[in-house]
C-alpha cells in the first residue's frame, strides 16, 4: 500500500522516514518490534509450563500467583523511571541493555531451581519488561516522522506481539516436555537481540525530557463522568480476565482436565491467533456499531466463555472457550482504544492514554492475585465461574460509554 508523505513524495511504508538516512529508521523499527515481542515469552510465552513448574516448584494454586505477580509488579511501578533513566543513558544504552539482561535471567533460571531465585529473576525481568514495551513505542516514533508511516511502524509492533503471543505458547509446550524448566532457554533471544541492537542502533545523544504532568485534580473531577468511570472500569475488567485467564488456564487444563502442555500450549496459540484476527476485524465493525455495543457484547461474550469452561467438563468445551474468548478480546481490544484515543478528560490526550495504560496494568497484576486468593476458598472450576459472572455484569457498564461514541466529544 502506498502512502504519501507531507511533502508530497509517494513511498512504500516504512521508507517514509526522517532524515536521519534509509536504511538506519528501517532496522531501528525492524529491532523494536523484534524485542517488544520476545518479552511477551515471559507471561503469555510461559503460561504452559506453569503446571509443570507448579508440579516442580510443588506450590499451592495461590502460590503460582507469585510467578505472575513478582514480574508484572515492577513494570507497574517502574515504568515512569525508567523512561527517565532512558532520557539520560539513550535509547541503544536502554535498549540493550534491558534485553541482554531479560535473557541473562532465562539462563539463570535454567541453572538455579528454587523459589526464591526465580521470583527474585522474575522481578528483574519485570523491570525490563516494562522498560522495553516503552522504549520500543519511543524508538519507533523517533525514526518515522510522517504520521502515516508512524503508524505502520506501530502497527508492525502490534502485529509482531501478536506473533509472539501466538509462537511462544506453542514452543513452551513442547519443551515443557523435555524438562519444566527447559522453555526458559527461549528468554535467551532476548539476549541476541540486545547484542544486535547494540551494534546495529547508532548511538543518541542523552537528553532530559519532562514528562506530561498528570494533574490529579483532573483525574477526580473525570472519575465523577459516569463515562470515563466506566471507561477506565473496563479496561482494567480486560486485563483482570486476561492474566487470570493466562495463569490459571493452564492449570485447570492440565491438573483438572486432562489436556497436555502441549496441546493446551497449541490453544493458547491459536487462541492469541484469534484475537489478532478479531483485531483486525474490529475496525470494519466499529465503522458500523457503535464502540460501546462492540465493547459490551464482547465483555458478555469473554464473561460467557469463562462459564464454559468453568462448567462444561469436555476437552471440546474448554478449548472452544478459549478460542471464542480469543476473538472477543480482540476485538474488544481495538473498540476500546477507539474510545481512549478520542478522548482527552484528563489534562490533555497524551496524558489521559498514559493515565488509562496505568490502570490496565494495574489489572494485570491484581488478577492472578485476586484469582489465587479465592482458590483458598473455591474449587479452580468454581472460581472461572465466579469470573464469568463478573463478566457478565460488568457488560451493562458499556452502556455508561454511549456518550463517548461520537468522535471528538469534549468530556471536561
Known amino acids: 500500500m502506498q502512502r504519501v508523505s507531507r511533502s508530497g513524495r509517494r513511498g512504500i511504508g516504512l521508507r517514509e522516514v526522517s532524515d536521519r538516512g534509509a536504511r538506519r529508521p528501517r532496522t531501528v523499527v525492524v529491532?523494536?518490534?523484534?524485542?517488544?515481542?520476545t518479552v511477551t515469552c515471559a507471561v503469555q510465552g510461559l503460561a504452559p509450563a506453569l503446571p509443570a513448574m507448579q508440579h516442580a516448584l510443588r506450590l499451592s494454586d495461590a502460590q503460582v500467583a507469585l510467578l505472575t505477580t513478582a514480574y508484572l509488579l515492577p513494570s507497574v511501578i517502574l515504568g515512569i523511571p525508567a523512561g527517565t533513566l532512558t532520557q539520560r543513558t539513550g535509547r541503544r544504552v536502554m535498549f540493550a541493555g534491558s534485553l541482554s539482561v531479560f535473557g541473562l535471567g532465562g539462563l539463570v533460571q535454567i541453572v538455579v531451581h528454587t523459589l526464591p531465585a526465580i521470583l527474585a529473576v522474575r522481578v528483574v525481568q519485570g523491570a525490563c519488561f516494562g522498560a522495553i514495551l516503552a522504549l520500543t513505542i519511543t524508538m519507533i516514533g523517533d525514526v518515522l516522522r510522517?504520521?502515516?508511516a508512524q503508524a505502520s511502524g506501530q502497527g508492525f509492533r502490534v502485529v509482531a506481539m501478536t506473533g509472539g503471543e501466538a509462537l511462544f505458547p506453542i514452543l513452551t509446550g513442547l519443551l515443557v516436555g523435555v524438562t519444566w524448566y527447559a522453555p526458559f532457554g527461549i528468554?535467551?533471544?532476548?539476549l541476541l537481540i540486545g547484542i544486535i541492537g547494540w551494534f546495529a542502533?547508532?548511538?543518541d545523544r542523552p537528553g532530559r525530557a519532562r514528562a506530561?504532568?498528570?494533574?490529579w485534580h483532573h483525574v477526580r473531577a473525570a472519575m465523577a463522568d459516569p463515562a470515563i468511570l466506566a471507561l477506565q472500569l473496563l479496561a482494567f475488567m480486560r486485563f483482570f480476565f486476561k492474566f487470570a485467564m493466562i495463569t490459571y488456564y493452564p492449570i485447570l487444563a492440565v491438573n483438572e482436565r486432562g489436556l497436555s502442555a502441549a496441546t493446551v500450549?497449541?490453544?493458547?496459540?491459536?487462541?492469541?491467533?484469534?484475537?489478532?484476527?478479531?483485531?483486525?476485524?474490529?475496525?470494519?465493525?466499529?465503522?458500523?456499531v457503535a464502540p460501546s455495543r462492540v465493547i459490551g457484547v464482547c465483555v458478555a461474550v469473554i464473561g460467557l466463555s469463562l462459564l464454559t469452561v468453568a462448567t462444561v467438563p469436555t476437552s471440546s468445551a474448554l478449548v472452544g472457550?478459549?478460542?471464542?474468548?480469543?476473538?472477543?478480546?480482540?476485538?474488544?481490544?481495538?473498540s476500546h482504544n477507539v474510545l481512549v484515543t478520542q478522548t482527552d478528560s484528563i489534562g490533555g490526550r497524551a496524558v489521559f492514554v498514559a493515565f488509562t495504560g496505568t490502570v490496565r496494568n494495574l489489572g494485570k497484576l491484581v488478577a492472578p492475585v485476586a484469582f489465587g486468593l479465592v482458590t483458598l476458598v473455591l474449587p479452580?472450576?468454581?472460581?472461572?465461574?465466579?469470573?464469568?459472572?463478573?463478566?457478565?455484569?460488568?457488560?451493562?457498564?458499556?452502556a455508561h460509554l454511549r456518550p463517548l461514541d461520537t468522535p471528538g466529544t469534549d468530556r471536561d
Not at 212 to 215: G, K, L, N, V
Open 31 to 37: 529491532l523494536a518490534c523484534l524485542g517488544a515481542a
Open 265 to 288: 500450549g497449541i490453544v493458547m496459540g491459536l487462541s492469541s491467533l484469534l484475537g489478532s484476527l478479531g483485531a483486525l476485524l474490529a475496525g470494519g465493525v466499529v465503522r458500523r
Open 212 to 215: 506530561p504532568t498528570m494533574r
Open 146 to 148: 510522517d504520521n502515516a
Open 380 to 398: 479452580l472450576a468454581g472460581v472461572f465461574a465466579v469470573w464469568g459472572a463478573i463478566g457478565l455484569a460488568v457488560a451493562f457498564s458499556a
Open 321 to 334: 472457550g478459549l478460542l471464542v474468548y480469543g476473538v472477543a478480546d480482540g476485538i474488544y481490544s481495538v
Open 187 to 190: 528468554q535467551l533471544i532476548c
Open 201 to 203: 542502533i547508532p548511538p
